[in-house]
């Protein structure tokens, strides 16, 4: 039997549920056993009511006679133009679902598509997926798909994509949240309801690209660095993700310490992120590899992204780190840390500290943690160092809580340092102690000429950046002090006197701090040869001082004439100042400040003297 149709203006239904073919034009001829229809053009409406153009089809059905499954097999092969969102509604449809399949979302889908497919249908109901042998062949054109991998959107003027039952080639030239990438993604169908996934991106991306795609080291990274990312995973997901960067043209910088890995400098960052099955992320397997720089370990993060347990075996940052940190958080919910190793520069720290620099806002997302250090030497402020530092450091709300610290400064002199804030961080109690004060002072970074002598520090307040209290030293040296040998140079009766080395037996100063000021409200110290009284104001942060005071010859002599009965107030003028005084005052920058004598307050009687004295504004 022969039979041969035109056809004109068709409604063909050839697999329902899909759309049926409308206003088709072609032809259909019957050969025996063989049943063929060829199509010219014809449309169909998408559920969704969009139309899709059929550019040409063909149904082939080599024989009518059913195999020994029971079925007639039909092969379509046909050309098809429409959205990308109109030829996913089709996609998905029964028997075929390919759209839920592969885990893409309709109505997050935009642009335009050319697709040509070839199908191997078995004509019986209850067709699945798993029984249509097909392949297909698209060009994506202007594609846009918002969270085609959790919160990424995906663009791209061109993307080719291959598909068969097995598996899905797509490959092409795409922007990942406006980030310009090559793209690679496979999924295999390895059996039935199972799928395997693997996304590869080459791409060069800087800090404010990779923000973008959800990884924030804006702080950290400058420059960008040419970079290829490996994703897999099963299902709809991507769960690990493996990272290899060239960060050799970027430079990568730790602000807190003060160290820097400058651009043109070699060195290579390999990590993979894994996702866990209870939210966790587990960034494992890192290293970051330099002259400089070794750093290699892995850190796990709970879903909120605070850290839960981590175990870096080198962290070598130049001459300014060398450190080992594991720890892991505890039942009762604090991350406890323990640091060991022989090298840590705090330098940077201790001068943002003390100029009121480092954050103190709280953070109540925070999780409580504690840091159990032990350091061969830690280093300060100009290289002072701090040899065998053990302590204990506690945050609260990212706030650091208490502090306990030891060590021996290089001269086997040891310091103790105790810093606490009470419940509720209602208030915080310092306390120091320190057998060599001009270590301990040249070690934060306050004062450089200071040598020797014993000190303690007693101070309170609301936080860290809020205290009043006093400190007591005793016994230490003054060596080449500019502004004490200028002044001593003022007074007629102290010229020539050896004034680079002065020897001190006591200092008494009661303070007030406000972030990086300091105001000093009364500061004695005095010694054999001289003493003098200052207050003023010290703006550490802005490095501008504003002082005044009285310096005092033969202090011990001098002084002495306070303590006579009735006479000895009138003479000396405060406590401590002694009969003959020369005001004076400093102002400026602490580098380079100004220095005003009064040399008529030299032959003033104490209580008159302070007619002379220069008032701070």
């Known amino acids: 039997v022969q039979v041969e149709a035109i056809l004109e203006d068709v409604t063909a239904h050839y697999l ?90 309709v109505a997050d889908a935009r642009g335009e598509v050319t697709i040509i497919f070839d199908l191997a249908v078995p004509l019986i109901d209850d067709v699945s997926f798993r029984e249509v042998q097909f392949q297909a062949g698209a060009t994506l054109r202007d594609l846009s798909v918002d969270g085609a991998f959790r919160d990424i959107r995906l663009e791209s003027t061109e993307l080719e994509v291959i598909a068969t039952p097995q598996r899905i080639d797509a490959r092409g030239d795409v922007r990942l949240n406006d980030v310009p990438a090559r793209a690679v993604w496979e999924v295999r169908f390895d059996e039935p309801g199972s799928r395997t996934n693997r996304l ?21 990274l400058t420059g960008s660095a040419p970079m290829a990312l490996e994703a897999r995973g099963t299902g709809s997901s991507l769960d690990t993700i493996e990272v290899q960067a060239d960060v050799s043209g970027a430079e990568i910088a730790f602000p807190a310490i003060g160290w ?44 909120d992204g605070s850290i839960y347990k981590v175990d870096l075996s080198q962290l070598q940052l130049g001459e300014a780190i060398s450190l080992a940190v ?22 940077e720290l201790l001068r943002r500290e003390i ?3 480092l954050p103190i806002e709280p953070d109540s997302q925070a999780r409580p943690a504690e840091i159990d250090f032990a350091v061969e030497r830690v280093r300060g402020a100009d290289g002072t160092p701090l040899l065998g530092a053990k302590g204990l450091i506690q945050l609260r709300e990212a706030k650091v809580e208490s502090i306990d610290l030891a060590g021996l400064f290089a001269t086997e002199q040891g310091l103790k340092l105790n810093f606490r804030v009470g419940g509720g961080g209602s208030s915080a109690v310092v306390r120091i102690d320190t057998n060599d004060a001009g270590e301990f002072i040249r070690f934060v970074g306050l004062y450089t000429r200071a040598h020797g002598g014993s000190m303690s520090v007693r101070a309170q307040g609301a936080d860290a950046r809020s205290l009043a209290g006093n400190i007591q030293a005793r016994d230490f040296t003054i060596r080449d002090e500019p502004v004490l040998v200028r002044v001593a140079q003022g007074s007629s009766r102290l010229a020539g006197r050896a004034a680079r080395k002065v020897k001190f037996s006591r200092l008494g100063l009661e303070f007030e701090r406000q972030g990086g000021v300091l105001n000093i409200k009364e500061a004695l110290v005095g010694g054999p040869a001289v003493g003098a009284s200052v207050r ?24 002495a004439f306070g303590a006579i009965p009735l006479f000895g107030p009138i003479l000396s003028g405060r406590s401590g100042e002694g009969v003959f005084g020369m005001t004076f005052g400093i102002e400026g920058t602490m580098s380079d400040p100004a220095i005003t004598i ?8 104490g209580l008159l003297r302070r007619f002379f004295e220069f008032r701070q504004q």
């Open 200 to 220: 590869a991106i080459e791409t060069e991306a800087d800090a404010d690209d990779l923000n973008r795609l959800g990884i924030d080291i804006r702080d950290y």
């Open 598 to 605: 009064n040399p008529m307050s030299t032959i003033a009687p």
């Open 16 to 105: 329902d549920p899909l759309p049926p073919l409308q206003n088709g034009t072609g032809a259909a001829y019957l050969n025996g056993d063989r049943f063929v229809v060829s199509v010219d053009r014809a449309s169909a409406v998408a559920p969704g009511g969009e139309l899709l153009a059929i550019t040409y089809g063909r149904f082939d059905s080599p024989t009518l006679i059913e195999n020994e499954n029971g079925a007639i097999i039909g092969n379509i092969n046909v050309g098809i133009s429409s959205s990308t969102a109109a030829a996913l509604e089709v996609l998905d449809l029964e028997p075929l679902e390919f759209t839920r399949e592969i885990g893409a979302k």
């Open 355 to 357: 100029a009121g620099e």
């Open 536 to 559: 003023g104001r010290v703006d550490i942060a802005g490095e501008q001082l504003a002082l005044s005071g009285t310096y005092i010859p033969a202090y011990g002599l001098n002084a």
């Open 260 to 303: 820097s890995k400058p651009s043109g400098e070699p060195a290579k960052l390999d990590f993979v992120v894994e996702r866990l099955d209870n939210g966790q992320v587990r960034l494992r397997e890192v290293s970051l590899l330099g002259d400089r720089v070794t750093v290699t370990g892995a850190i796990r993060f709970d879903p």
């Open 326 to 347: 594991n720890g892991a958080r505890r039942s009762d919910g604090v991350l406890a840390v323990k640091v060991r190793g022989s090298e840590f520069d705090a330098g």
